[in-house]
């Protein structure tokens, strides 16, 4: 019998026990306006799509709260909004006090604790401090970027009202990439992946592009020539088969509507969308620095990879420019999973797609499954690596969204299911009408498929948690927020 050298005995050891590195990239406002998911034809996304092919692409992946703070919070924590209460945006202190679901409960709490370096940059909380979160914090810069001086807007002018306003614009500004905050936060973790060190790190890195408002360099909006600029399909009666309590859900006073942005032949629609898709390759080009540095540097062959977008877009479809909504546009997002190399095939086939019903909810045990962590029970999402290894692997019917309290979305791999707390109902078959044009909720011969989606909808709902603000988008939140104790 041959006997291998000590020296190799002790790597192979080393190799099999050494965690993998995790590398964690989350971009803000992103909906499937990606090469590889096709959500757009003139989208123009390599460094994403080149992700996707080393890797498993999620087609049908869903936020658990359409806008960042209540997304944020669940797939940080491992918590549905309706258990923890975070189902709007969370401000102050109170989410740093909560021992139960937020302070030393977060996904990089447990990796640290686990003996993991955990470093971030750029925007990755909504309402708890990343300092608090993190062993080592890079900095936002500027928050949402760079403005133009003394208020001054280029194209969408907010109108007077009570609501809670906007950032919405769209414009070539500033002049060059190196004073936009997601060039800095590139830079910055670039940094952190050419260093070596004595323990396996979690590296968040947070990009805040295509978040409102659309400003990029001018180079970014040459690549798509106004001209030459495909709108999305859209209709003008979009929401006239769809309750009465969803249109006042969903009304956005202080963000653009259809109607302005199809005036003059849709002049404004056409700049908003060529805007939205110079955000999109501009953060994308940040994604591949850092891609590039990673496999440039010392951990390329030890690193997992997750990125993601913490919800959606509407780019006129539902007559709005935004987010906050329980239709598809808003709660669909990108999700991309990479094992790291060292793990070989184990984690399943490169380049591969898969379409059952997951969110950012199963996020957590995810990385810590890819990473070799130990399960932690609380945890709601389920583990993702069956169906890394198998895409089409048995999995759960639906995953949820919530958008304000009692109101909540279902999504299959077919259907959409959305029920509003007075008991109001809208259902589509996205197989036949992947824009949700058509409210089957009333239709007969949907009423057995529809006793099974209500079947899904959450037993129980926390009050609201005490981090909640009282700032109202509109006035059925207003009155919502009064009605649930939100001061």
Known sequence: MKFLPSFLLLFLGCSLTAKPNLLFIAIDDLNDWVGCMKGHPQARTPNIDRLAKQGTLFLNAHCQGPICGPSRASLLSGYYPHVTGVYQQPTGKPMEKDKAFFHGQMVSHYFSDHGYRTQAVGKITHGYSVQKAFDEYGGKFFGSGPKPAAGKRFNYFLPDGPWTGTQTDWGAFPERDEDMPDHKAADWAVERLAEKGDKPFFLAVGFVRPHVPFYVPQKWFDLFPLDEVELPSVRSDDLSDVPEISRRIHELPKYP??????????????????????????????????????????????????LLSDHGYHIGEKDRVSKHSLWEESTRVPLVIVPAKSQGKQFGKAGQTCSKPVGLIDLYPTMLDLCGLPEKKSNQGESLVPLLKDPSADWRFTTLTTYARGNHSLRSERYRYLRFEDGSEEFYDHQKDPNEWTNLATRSNYAKLIQRFRKELPAKEAPYHPAVRKGAVNAWFAEHLRRNGVQ
Request: proline share 2%; net charge neutral.
């Open 257 to 306: 509507k259809l109607a302005f942005l199809q005036k003059d032949d849709n002049e404004q629609f056409r700049k908003c969308v060529q805007s939205y898709l110079a955000c999109i390759t501009f953060v994308d080009h940040q994604v591949g620095r850092v891609l590039n540095a990673l496999e440039k540097g010392p951990h390329a062959g030890d690193t997992a990879i997750v």
